[in-house]
């Protein structure tokens, strides 16, 4: 059993504070977020984490990649489709995780332990367009779905190929809404998943109960939904497990809605019941979502407490 996050961590933008990053700002050369990656990153592997994220510190998940992909802008801090959805005109976050990768070699003198590693984290194209408002050239959001899952699939091309991750996840909580065309939907995954050369998660919160059967059926690695903030999701688990063969669980065992820290027999129990149900060895565990809105004290809090149950059950 290994533990993951899902994503985001509380954001401290950096100010440059010596002589080269005082020039490199005169230049508007400085990046506030890269000192935000460094303390995500240090936070995630000091409380135990296996697989880490880059913190997403960049933005919201939706703009983080449209800002990028042409046929989309923003407006209002609100994307809109406005043409034909092509490939982004750079890499996205590989910078961003490449240097989280160095930051965590760093941290292990040099060397990355078997079992740990960092993970590339795309916002998925069903709901990517979902959110955003279509203003010209498509009639429908299905084939404006279609023709971004090949312009992220670039994106997820460039992560594998320069950053050599343990996995890709994809964010996707609309196809938990009711709101999502599954058939479009998994041929949109399909997309991202052809010729991958590691694993492919996806990570989907909300409400299961008329979802699961639906996405256990998706051509992915690892499934990753939310227990501890939600009451009904143990109980679809239960009566579905054999859904899932095939699969590893990524389960959200802290509740990442509540700025506090969980109380542990909870969360010991809610584990308890997943390695009953799914065995530790087809487990992920993770938040909820992310931690972004947490104070970073309470998100490391989480992520520790998570891991001391990890070790106790690994």
Do not use: W
Request: charged share 25%; glycine share 8%; with cysteine.
């Amino acid at each position: 059993m290994r533990s993951t996050v899902v994503g985001s961590f509380p954001v401290e933008e950096g100010s440059p504070s010596n002589f080269k990053d005082k020039l490199l700002n005169s230049f508007g050369a400085y990046d506030p977020f890269k000192e935000a990656i460094k303390a995500s990153v240090i936070s995630q592997l000091d409380a135990g984490v296996d697989i880490i994220s880059d913190g997403q510190v960049r933005g919201d998940m939706v703009s983080i990649f449209t800002k990028y992909i042409p046929g989309m802008k923003i407006e209002d801090g609100n994307t809109v489709i406005v043409s034909k959805i092509t490939n982004p005109i750079r890499e996205i976050s590989v910078n961003d995780l490449l240097y989280a990768k160095k930051v965590m070699k760093d941290y292990y003198n040099g060397s990355i332990p078997e079992g740990k590693g960092i993970k590339g984290i795309i916002t998925g194209p069903n709901t990517i367009v979902h959110s955003s408002r279509i203003q010209y050239f498509y009639k429908n959001r299905e084939d404006a779905i279609i023709d971004l899952a090949h312009s992220l699939k670039y994106e997820v091309n460039a992560i594998v190929r320069r950053v050599k991750p343990a996995y890709i996840q994809i964010d996707e909580p609309f196809l938990s809404t009711g709101m999502v065309d599954m058939k479009t939907a998994r041929e949109a995954i399909d997309i991202i998943h052809d010729g991958l050369k590691v694993p492919l998660a996806m990570h989907v919160c909300g409400i299961l109960s008329d979802a699961f059967k639906d996405i256990s059926k998706f051509n992915v690695d690892i499934l990753d939904f939310e227990f501890a903030g939600n009451n009904v999701n143990l109980g679809v688990l239960e009566k579905n497990a054999s859904l899932l063969e095939g699969k590893k669980l990524g389960f959200g065992c802290v509740d990442s809605s509540v700025n506090e820290v969980d109380d542990i027999a909870d969360v010991e129990n809610l584990v308890c019941k997943a390695i009953e149900i799914v065995g530790k060895d087809n487990l992920l565990l993770d938040p909820d979502c992310g931690l972004r809105r947490a104070p970073k004290d309470v998100a490391f809090k989480k992520l520790q407490l998570m891991n001391q149950i990890k070790d106790k059950y690994s």
